[in-house]
């Protein structure tokens, strides 16, 4: 089967730059552009994350500085308003912060950042304490692994597992993640599950399958591109 999916722990920068929550406007400004980053965790105490403040938290600073906004919409937007007055990253921040946990997988951080319209999250333990951060690019690390690793992990996971019989007979060619397979089968009723294991494994980008049964005609592969 294939191997367990990179969780979170495996992609994640551990050296992360936070501020507390008294931290004064500018410094976190300047935190921002030293370290080319768009949001920061807020911690307290020993390291338990309490919020994130980020580049649309600062804005409404400039945004509502000349009152530039009419009465209508400033009290259509009460949150933003207060934010133009706050001075700390205590008041800045939005909390609770959306996290993660470091044996999330991929996926679920990636849903987490989807449906959340989030860039990078906070990767805290149990009990809340920072342990890194995972960002979109993070995510995308996995895509950087070699088509030769590809490659012997579906043979030796996927067709080897599936296909004992038959695994000499299958040839698995992998270019820029999209993994090719060829060959002839008894069976062909697994194609479709050896697709679908395929694409399961890190860095596959696509698959394209072209089996056919013993008697040469093209196996039916419900699901597949």
């Known amino acids: 089967m294939p191997e367990t999916p990179h969780i979170v722990d495996d992609v994640m920068t551990r050296t992360v730059v936070a501020v507390g929550r008294d931290a004064p406007f500018k410094e976190i400004v300047r935190t921002m552009e030293q370290w080319t980053v768009s949001a920061l965790p807020v911690l307290e105490g020993e390291g338990r994350v309490i919020g994130v403040v980020s580049e649309a938290d600062l804005l409404p600073k400039e945004e509502f500085r000349e009152g530039a906004q009419g009465l209508y919409e400033q009290r259509q937007r009460l949150s933003d308003v207060a934010k133009a007055g706050a001075t700390t990253a205590g008041d800045l921040m939005s909390t609770p912060a959306v996290t993660v946990h470091p044996d999330a997988t991929l996926a679920q951080a990636a849903r987490i950042m989807a449906v959340r319209h989030v860039k990078r999250l906070p990767v805290v333990d149990d009990i809340g304490m920072l342990q890194g ?81 013993e008697s040469g005609t093209p196996a039916r592969t419900a699901g597949t591109r």
């Open 133 to 213: 951060v995972v960002s979109r690019a993070d995510l995308l690390k996995v895509f950087l692994r070699s088509d030769d690793d590809i490659e012997e992990e579906v043979r030796r996971t996927v067709v080897s597992y599936l296909f004992p019989a038959y695994s000499h007979a299958i040839q698995v060619n992998v270019y820029e993640g999209v993994v090719t397979l060829r060959g002839h089968l008894h069976d062909t009723s697994l194609i479709s599950v050896a697709v679908r294991l395929v694409r399961a494994v890190e860095g596959v980008v696509d698959v394209e399958p072209h089996l056919t049964g």
